[in-house]
Structure formats: C-alpha cells, structure tokens
C-alpha cells in the first residue's frame, strides 16, 4: 500500500448533485428516551414529531435539531416490523444516511441505473406545508441513503410530522453540522464499497489510509475516504487489517453484526467550549494519555489554542498543507461497542486527523481491553 495521497475532486459533469446531509435516522429501542438524552447531554432541540398522538400506529420518531444538524430517532410498537428487526439485530444505530436533494427522482433513476440496490421508489409525500419526494437505495449492510427533496415543503420536518412547539428548553453545545460519517465493513470489502460511491454515486477518492499509518501493536485497520464534488458529504470507509489482536473494526462489526455507521462528526468553531459543555453534562470521551501532549506542538507546529486547554479537554491535533485541525472522539454512545461521535473544529485542515490515529487507538484499545475484547 502507499502513503496517504490527497487529489483534487474532479468537477466533471455531476450526475448525483447533493446539498448536503438532510438527516440522520436511527432505529433505536426506545426513543423517547433516547430523545432525552440528545436533549439534555447535546443541546439538541426537538422540533417534530410523528406517532400514535399524530395518527402512525405503528411507530414514534423524534425530529432533533442543533444548527444544520437534523437526527430522527424512531423505535416500533410492533415485534415483527423491520424497525424492531433491525434493532434487535443491531442494536441502536444509523438506519438512514439521508441526503438533501433538489431532484429525488433523478438521484434515483441515476444512482439505480449504475447499480444501485433499490430501497424505496421516489414516493411524493404531501401536507399542508407542501410536498417532499423521498427516494432511497441501500449502501453497506441495512444501511440506506435516502434522497430527499424538499424545495416545496415548508414544514417541521416531512409530511406526517407535526412540530412540536412545546418542547423543553436546550441549551445548545455549539454543533454546526455533519462533516463526515464513517463506515465500517467486512476484512476484504473496503474497495468494494470505495467502487460503490465512485461508479454508483460518482464520488471521488479523497485520501487512502494504510496499515502503517494507523497500525498499533495490536490492531489496525485500513481507511479511504470518498467525497461527493462539492465536497459537503463525505464518507470514510473502514476495514479491518491484521494485528497481533482483535482490530476495533472486527469488534464492531461483531457486535453491530455486520456492517454499519462507525462514527458520525460534527463540527463546532469552538470546541473547547463544546467539549466542556459536553463533559459537564456526562458525555464521555476517550482518555488520550498525557504524554501525547509532551510533543505535540513539534508534530504539528503552532496552533492559536492553549495547549493547557487542549491538554485538559484531550482534544487532539492534527495538520495537513492546508492548515490544522481540532478532534475528539466520545466513548459508544449505547452498550454494544458500536457506533460513537466525533467533534471536529477544522482550521484550514480539509483531512481527517491521520496523525491521531495511533494516539486514538492506543487509547481505543485500552478500552477494548477493559470490556475483554482485545
Ligand atoms: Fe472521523
């Protein structure tokens, strides 16, 4: 394998054009619960609703928002629905990778056309807010992009929502929007998948990350990142690489059981202020050992926070030749070790954090090592 290369994303005529992330769904056990929990520990704000109080027998989806992030949380009523299914399988976790789109239709007959495993047809869904068309095809494992299109729709969220004007009081963290969400998949299928979002969806490769990059004594695993050609959605691909031990990949794709969302990242412009509100409300993030600090600076040059502060908050740092970049990883966000978030402040830095891997997985593995994984 080579060292990391970082090309230009080519601007040839773009067949799959996306505005962005429109949301995130997850399938989770209990969602009002969960809901709370996004609430009071991210600041997020329930803005929608749907449910047997909005006449949907069969399940409850919490609409939470903070900035341009959007996240549904939805859990059945019903033992053989395929929300249920896949939540027992799985765990709580991504279901829905949803893009934002000006035409559904198009992302789908496209998207198809070139391969694409069909999840949902471009269905037109209609309130009195207006109209949204949503479309949808599978990528690894039960993971689905969804397309939606919502220039005429002026609701909370989509057709069958409700907002909810009531909601409890937030104080937000500071979180502005998804930069990137990670994949994890199958020893062997990392290209496959690369294959996937570069002939399917027209993305392009970004950056590739080796096993020597991001190897430690005891495990390792294989990374490439592809972007769509504006670069707003981008999608790491991991896979997991020979180590004397078990790879934190294997561990997840063990306990995910199969294939599924990693890590999803979300950018702040100030991450020393989120990160404290982070932790003063419980959410936990991985311990990164002092010493990283000892050398930091020689690694990465100048940076304009105070190392102190950083050092506290154990953020990590990172530079490429377009500047630096803040990151810090939370502990899984449920019991199986699965899917967990990253907070990212980007300053100039357009990669994601290379130099930190070993850092993070020295520190991953005494955790892994904890739960008698390793
Ligand atoms: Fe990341």
């Known amino acids: 394998m080579e060292t990391p290369t970082l090309e230009t994303v080519a601007t040839d005529v773009d067949f799959l054009p996306l505005n962005g992330t429109d949301h995130l769904e997850f399938y989770v056990g209990n969602a009002k619960q969960s809901a709370y929990y996004y609430q009071t520990a991210w600041g997020y704000k329930l803005v929608a609703y749907a449910g047997p109080e909005t006449g949907v027998r069969d399940r409850a989806s919490y609409v939470l928002q903070q900035d341009k992030i959007r996240l549904v949380l939805t859990t059945s ?3 053989n629905s395929e929300v249920t299914k896949h939540q027992s399988q799985h765990g709580d976790g991504v279901k829905f990778l949803s893009l934002w789109v000006d035409d559904a239709t198009a992302s789908f007959n496209e998207t198809v056309k070139r391969g694409a495993r069909p999840y949902m047809e471009p269905t037109t869904m209609e309130d009195e807010f207006g109209t949204v068309v949503v479309s949808g095809i599978y990528t690894y494992g039960e993971t689905v992009h969804k397309f939606v299109e919502r220039k005429n729709y002026k609701g909370a969220f989509l ?4 907002a909810v004007p009531n909601a409890m009081d937030v104080t937000p963290v500071g979180l502005k929007y998804v930069d990137h969400c990670v994949g994890n998949v199958e020893l062997g299928k990392m290209d496959e998948w690369v294959e996937f979002y570069e002939n399917v969806m027209g993305f392009k490769l970004l950056l590739t990350f080796d096993d020597k990059d991001i190897s430690t004594e005891y495990s390792a695993l294989m990374s490439k990142v592809v972007s769509n050609g504006n670069g707003y959605v981008k999608f790491p691909i991991n896979e997991p690489a020979d180590g004397k031990k078990k790879s934190q990949i294997e561990e997840y794709l063990d306990f995910y059981r199969g294939p599924g969302v990693q890590h999803i990242a979300v950018e702040t412009d100030d991450i020393l202020e989120t990160v404290a509100d982070l932790r003063r409300r419980g959410v936990e993030f991985l311990y990164v050992p002092e010493t990283y600090y000892d050398d930091v600076l020689d690694r990465v040059g100048h940076v304009e926070e105070d190392l102190e502060a950083l050092k506290k908050m154990n953020i990590l740092i990172d530079r490429d030749d377009s500047g630096y970049l803040l990151q810090i990883f ?13 907070i990212i402040q980007r300053k ?4 994601f954090g ?3 891997f070993k850092a993070l997985f020295e520190s991953i593995e005494r955790e892994q090592a904890s739960r008698g994984n390793l």
Do not use: H, W
């Open 348 to 351: 100039g830095a357009k990669s």
């Open 330 to 342: 939370t502990k899984p966000v449920e019991d199986r070790p699965t899917l967990f978030y990253e």
């Open 77 to 79: 009523m019903d033992p």
């Open 159 to 162: 057709p069958g929502y409700k």
């Open 354 to 356: 290379k130099g930190n």
